[in-house]
C-alpha cells in the first residue's frame, strides 16, 4: 500500500511540474507576440484589422465634342484630284528643268566668248590676212568649229526652254481653271468630269515627256559658216582671259 501511494505522489508531483512548465512557455509566447505588436500599431492584439483603403477611380475627362467623320470623297473626285495633283507635279518639274537649260544655255555662251578671244589673240599674233590664211591653224580651226556646235546647241536649248516655258504656263492654267471644278464635282455630272479629265491628260501627255532628260539633236540646225564667225571675231574682238 505505501508502494502504491509514494507512486501516486510521484506521478502527481510530475503532472503538476509539467503543466506549470506549458503555462510558462504560452505567458512567454503571449508577451513576446504583444512585444513584436506594440512595435507596429497595425499589429496590436485582439485590434480590428484595417480595411484597405479603395483607389479612389479618377475622373475621366469629359469628352469633348468629336469632329464628325470625314465623307469620303466620291470616285469622280478621287479621280480629278489625281490628274490636278499630277499637273501640279509637272509644273514644279518643269520649273527645275528651265533653270537647268538656262544655266547650260549661260555655260555655253561662257564658253563661246573663252574661244572667240583664243582666236583673235591668236589671229592678232600672227597677224594673219583673212580667214582662209587663219584656218590654216588648226587651234583657230578647232575653236571655230567648236563655236559653230555650241551656238548650235544653244539655239536647240532655246527652243527646249520655249516649250518648257509654254508647259509651265498650261499647267499653271489648267490648275486654275479645274481646281474650281473640283470644289464643285459633286454636282458635275461624271461625263463633265471625264471631259475635264480628258484635257488634263492631253497636257500631261504632250507636255510630261519634256520633264525627262533626252538628248539634245543638233542636226536639224543650220550652222553659222567659219567664215562668218571668223569676221564677227574680228570686228567685235573679246577680251583675252590672262
Known amino acids: 500500500m505505501n508502494h502504491i501511494f509514494i507512486l501516486f505522489v510521484i506521478y502527481l508531483s510530475g503532472f503538476l511540474i509539467f503543466n506549470i512548465e506549458v503555462n510558462q512557455i504560452n505567458f512567454f ?4 507576440a504583444y ?11 485582439n485590434s480590428q484589422p484595417r480595411k484597405p483603403n479603395k483607389a479612389k477611380k479618377a475622373k475621366r475627362p469629359k469628352k469633348a465634342n468629336q469632329a464628325q467623320p470625314q465623307k469620303k470623297p466620291s470616285t469622280e473626285e478621287s479621280r480629278l484630284r489625281e490628274r490636278l495633283d499630277k499637273v501640279s507635279q509637272i509644273r514644279q518639274q518643269l520649273i527645275q528643268k528651265e533653270k537647268s537649260v538656262n544655266s547650260l544655255i549661260s555655260e555655253y555662251h561662257n564658253n563661246i566668248n573663252d574661244l572667240k578671244a583664243e ?4 589671229s592678232a599674233q600672227n597677224r594673219y590676212q583673212g580667214y582662209n590664211e587663219a584656218i590654216k591653224n588648226k587651234q583657230i580651226r578647232y575653236d571655230i568649229r567648236l563655236i559653230q556646235e555650241r551656238t548650235a546647241y544653244i539655239e536647240k536649248l532655246q527652243q527646249v526652254r520655249d516649250r518648257i516655258n509654254d508647259g509651265k504656263q498650261e499647267m ?4 486654275r481653271k479645274f ?6 464635282v459633286s454636282v458635275l455630272g461624271k461625263e463633265e468630269v471625264n471631259k475635264i479629265i480628258k484635257n488634263l491628260n492631253v497636257a500631261i501627255t504632250e507636255y510630261g515627256p519634256l520633264t525627262k532628260k533626252s538628248a539634245i ?23 583675252h582671259k590672262k
Open 29 to 32: 509566447n503571449f508577451n513576446l
Open 35 to 45: 512585444a513584436m505588436g506594440s512595435a507596429n500599431t497595425d499589429q496590436i492584439p
Open 217 to 239: 539633236n543638233i542636226s536639224d540646225i543650220k550652222k553659222i559658216s567659219g567664215e562668218q564667225i571668223y569676221s564677227d571675231i574680228l570686228s567685235n574682238p573679246v577680251p
Open 179 to 184: 481646281s474650281g471644278d473640283l470644289k464643285m
Open 119 to 122: 582666236v583673235g589673240n591668236i
Open 172 to 175: 499653271v492654267f489648267l490648275e
